[in-house]
């Protein structure tokens, strides 16, 4: 029995297993995000259709998540991710945010006449 194909591996076990760190902070949630649409769009291109589903906790609220085998990851999953850590400036992903909650803010804040 092949068990590189059965193996679940989630995107932040495999990133901490190949950087050999942990990811805990707010810029690490982002980073992850942003590697979760690219895995997803890498998996329905190589295989035609979109990841498998299951039920996790994440924030306290059971949601459906993509879940990977360790062979998506040997396969195409881990040239996703150390082109999105090799691409990813958190300060850049900073500053877009706060234009973002500035422009909200702005807009919720001002009063429209007619």
């Known amino acids: 029995m092949n ?6 591996w989630s995107i932040i076990r495999r990133v901490e297993y190949l950087s050999q760190r942990v990811l805990c902070t707010k810029k690490d949630k982002n980073m992850l995000c942003k590697m979760g649409q690219r895995l997803a769009r890498a998996h329905l ?7 498998l589903k299951q039920s996790q906790l994440v924030d306290g609220v059971v949601r459906d998540v993509n879940h990977y085998t360790l062979q998506d990851f040997v396969e195409f999953g881990d040239a ?15 500053a877009r945010r706060r ?3 500035y422009k909200d ?8 006449s007619s």
């Open 80 to 94: 996703v991710l150390a082109e999105v850590l090799a691409s990813y400036d958190p300060q850049q992903d900073d």
């Open 45 to 51: 291109k190589k295989r035609g259709y979109a990841p």
């Open 3 to 8: 068990t590189l194909c059965n193996e679940e």
């Open 99 to 101: 234009r973002k909650n």
């Open 105 to 112: 803010t702005i807009f919720k804040t001002t009063t429209w």
